[in-house]
């Protein structure tokens, strides 16, 4: 039992010092930019969405680390998911 208390207790501490670690590493690089492609979907009356894909791209900030940080994704989760969806 004492085994099992130490091993989480040691999990938990590898979490929190590679969560610091991270963090920190965000803080000292630049902000980077991915390209995002929005689209809006417009509901209609009659229950149906309609999609408008006719929107310029944008660039969105993001942070080079593991997590998001600072209020802004991380860059290898925003490259996956280059899609942003507006509901109208």
């Known amino acids: 039992m004492a085994t ?7 999990l938990l501490a590898l979490f929190a010092a590679v969560y610091c670690a991270d963090y920190l ?3 000292s690089y630049p902000l980077g930019s ?5 689209y809006y979907a417009i509901h209609l009356k009659n229950k149906k969405v309609e999609f408008d894909f006719n929107v310029p791209p944008e660039t969105d900030p993001c942070v080079q680390s593991i997590a998001p940080h600072l209020g802004y994704p991380a860059c290898w989760y925003l490259k ?9």
Not at 4 to 10: G, M, N
């Open 80 to 88: 996956r998911h280059a899609n942003k969806r507006i509901d109208e």
């Open 4 to 10: 099992l208390v130490r091993a989480i207790l040691s």
């Open 25 to 27: 590493a965000a803080r």
């Open 34 to 38: 991915v390209q995002v492609q929005p």
